[in-house]
Structures are given as C-alpha cells and as structure tokens.
C-alpha cells in the first residue's frame, strides 16, 4: 500500500510539474540539447523568431555563403523572446542576429496595442545589446498573413515604429518584406502561402531571400 501511495504521490508531482513548465519550455531545453550535441560555430547568422523562421527548414540553401544558425522556435512572440532572452543569447557569439517576431503577440491577445508589442521588440533589442553591444541586428518586417486580415492595421502601426526605431540605431536595420509579397495589383499574393494562409510556401521564402540576402553580414 504504502508502495502504491508513493508512485502515486511522484506520478502527481510529474504531472503538475509538466503543468507548471512556462511555455515553450520544452522547445528551449532541445536547443539547450543541441547545443550541446553540435556545438554552435562561432561568428555565424543567429536567426530569431517564430514559425516563420521554424518552417525554415533549408534556410542554409537560400543563404550557401553564409553559416547560419536557426533558432525559431513556432508559435513564439516577443514576449517569449524576451522571456528566454539569456536562453537565446548567452550560448552563441553571432556576427549578425536576424529576428522575425510580433506576429503572434497580436494573435494570442488581439487587444494588445501596437505600443505594446513595439515595446516588448524595444525590450529585447536592449537584451541583445547587453550581451552583443556592437554587432549587426536586423529586423524583419510582420508579414501581412491572409489568415490574419483583421489584425493588419496593427502589423503596419507596428512595423512602422520598429523601423523608426531601428533607423536611429547604430548597427540596425529593419527589412521590409510585406512589399515584396504583394502582386501587381498591390495585393497580398495569396498563392505564396501554404493552405492555413499563415506560414508560407517555398515561393514566399524565395522572395524573403532576394530581399534579406543584401542585409546579411559577411565576415
């Protein structure tokens, strides 16, 4: 009985630990894995964000004349990049940090005020300073998914302040990719994404790579 009661008590305490794990959690410690595993090479491209950079799966092929290390983790926001900031920061010694985030920031919580997801890239942009207070950091613009028509007035309120802010940022640039993806008619190109209309097809990374390819640091 007392046995029983045991593997009870630690089968109740795994499970509200499991519960207890802030999220993303689980994504963090395979990095933390990995790393381990495959040693991250020193004075490569660190790239930053969410899905849009998870679903990246063949970026090196896009990038050949560049080392790149992929570290977006899907569904995350700004408020995760800074929650993970030392996670995400501290282990590698970048040339150069391309960060694509503050999409999802609006999705989970679409009362959130373009002020508020700016502050949150402003934030975050501080904590990369503390570690990198020199290197080339470049912003890639909040691309206007189809899937999230309702919340494209904040996406361009918010890309707006993220490129006043980092135009008077030495070693900053913000990468406008939303013209890009327009066609002739001045419309998003829906044929550039995948069926949900949110995370793109190879034709959508194609134009991301002519479009980021002049921003990205040589050694």
């Given at each position: 009985m007392?046995?029983?009661?045991?593997?009870?008590?630690?089968?109740?305490?795994l499970?509200?630990?499991?519960?207890?794990k802030?999220?993303?959690?689980?994504?963090?410690?395979?990095?933390?894995?990995?790393?381990?595993?495959?040693?991250?090479?020193?004075?490569?491209?660190?790239?930053?964000?969410?899905?849009?950079?998870?679903?990246?799966?063949?970026?090196?092929?896009?990038?050949?004349?560049?080392?790149l290390?992929?570290?977006?983790?899907?569904g995350?926001?700004?408020?995760?990049?800074?929650?993970?900031?030392?996670?995400?920061?501290?282990?590698?010694?970048?040339?150069?940090?391309?960060?694509?985030?503050?999409?999802?920031?609006?999705?989970?919580?679409?009362?959130?005020?373009?002020?508020?997801?700016?502050?949150?890239?402003?934030?975050?942009?501080?904590?990369?300073?503390?570690y990198?207070?020199?290197?080339?950091?470049?912003?890639?613009?909040?691309?206007?998914?189809?899937?999230?028509?309702?919340?494209?007035?904040?996406?361009?309120?918010?890309?707006?302040?993220?490129?006043?802010?980092?135009?008077?940022?030495?070693?900053?640039?913000?990468?406008?990719?939303?013209?890009?993806?327009?066609?002739?008619?001045?419309?998003v190109?829906?044929?550039?994404?995948?069926?949900?209309?949110?995370h793109?097809?190879?034709?959508?990374?194609?134009?991301?790579?002519?479009?980021?390819?002049?921003?990205?640091?040589?050694?």
């Open positions: 007392k046995k029983l009661f045991s593997i009870f008590l630690i089968t109740v305490f499970s509200v630990s499991a519960q207890d802030p999220a993303f959690w689980n994504e963090i410690q395979e990095f933390k894995t990995l790393n381990v595993k495959t040693p991250p090479p020193k004075n490569a491209i660190l790239l930053l964000g969410s899905s849009s950079f998870t679903m990246w799966k063949d970026v090196d092929r896009y990038f050949p004349e560049h080392i290390i992929n570290r977006g983790f899907g995350s926001s700004l408020y995760d990049l800074n929650f993970y900031s030392d996670e995400l920061l501290a282990p590698y010694a970048p040339r150069q940090i391309i960060i694509y985030c503050g999409e999802n920031d609006f999705a989970g919580n679409e009362n959130l005020k373009p002020k508020e997801v700016f502050n949150r890239y402003k934030n975050f942009y501080s904590e990369i300073r503390k990198y207070p020199n290197i080339p950091v470049a912003y890639v613009s909040i691309k206007l998914s189809p899937s999230r028509k309702n919340l494209w007035p904040k996406f361009i309120a918010t890309n707006a302040m993220i490129k006043k802010f980092m135009d008077r940022k030495p070693n900053a640039e913000y990468i406008d990719i939303t013209k890009a993806m327009n066609g002739p008619n001045g419309k190109r829906e044929d550039l994404f995948l069926e949900d209309m949110l793109m097809k190879a034709e959508g990374y194609q134009i991301w790579q002519k479009e980021m390819a002049p921003y990205l640091r040589k050694p």
